[in-house]
């Protein structure tokens, strides 16, 4: 998605002249445009994100729109306390963009992996996280950050492709429509539900944090009895536990909710995305058998 996002943000350019774009000595053959584009306002901070999200910070509060580029676990992790006490707190318009969420960089390790953004990011006050589903969502969701007035983090993945019809990205979308159970998932991982198959009703959550289910959501797990939340993401105050919550306040009478997300490590061995995922049950066999089990009673 990192090329959608560049695209994205120079059609931003000329509808949002007090927009600012920042990156921590990153984007090579990617940005090259967005640096000619935006020119003067387009600003390498080098690798010292702490001064980068206080120095965004200062222009957000001098009337610009700052645009945070960097690899998510450096974005989000390193420099925690001044997005809590500079953007938060004084619920500044600065937008975060962390390339790579999950295991999107692979073999590269842990210490560029991101299993915990979603988490630290929903907690933070004003704080709103805009998770991409295709391409096609990328240039949408940069414009509703531009629009809304708070501090904003976009997740960027792989896109995933489907040629089902989808709504225009927001907060809440069914994907399609089953009757063995419902699926509620956020981010690209999604792909690897629609891949197996089988006759699940899928959803995708596009924006956290969510004040309430949609109707029709909770019509269908009501009547279907199963739910399943899938996410590349440690389970920890992600989308389980967020849904989880609303379940209580919602659904009545026993239901078969399960959770599949982001183990970590298990064997302590790195490689692939879609091997990460496929340690966790996020892919291959061992999510089709989770499916099978769980849909399937079997």
Known sequence: ??????????????????????????????????????????????????????????LAYEGFVPWVYSIASFLL???????????????????????????????????????????????LPNMKVFVPLTAADVEVAVNQMAKDLGPGYLRLNYGVKTNASL????????????????????????????????????????????????????????????????EEHYGQCGLNEAVARWLINEIDGQIDYRSVYALGYPSGRYGSQKWHQSESGLAGFGLKKIIREWSYGK
């Open 1 to 58: 998605m990192r090329a959608e996002f560049a695209q994205a943000m120079e059609n931003l350019y000329p509808c949002s002249k007090n927009s600012v774009f920042l990156t921590g000595d990153l984007g090579f053959m990617a940005l090259e445009q967005v640096k000619e584009t935006y020119g003067r306002r387009f600003i390498n901070m080098g690798v010292a994100e702490q001064n980068m999200i206080s120095f965004a910070s200062g």
């Open 77 to 123: 992790l390193r420099p925690y306390e001044q997005i809590r006490n500079d953007v938060c707190l004084h619920n500044l318009p600065v937008k975060l963009i962390g390339n790579g969420g999950g295991y999107g960089y692979g073999i590269m390790g842990a210490t560029h992996h991101t299993l915990e953004d979603i988490a630290v990011m929903r907690v």
């Open 167 to 230: 709504a225009e990205f927001q907060q809440w979308r069914k994907i399609r429509d089953g009757k063995k159970g419902v699926v509620i998932g956020v981010g690209s991982v999604i792909g690897n539900i629609l891949e197996l198959d089988d006759d699940l009703e899928v959803w995708a959550v596009g924006i956290l944090p969510f004040s309430e289910l949609p109707k029709e959501l909770i019509a269908a797990v009501k009547k279907q009895r199963k739910l399943l939340t899938i």
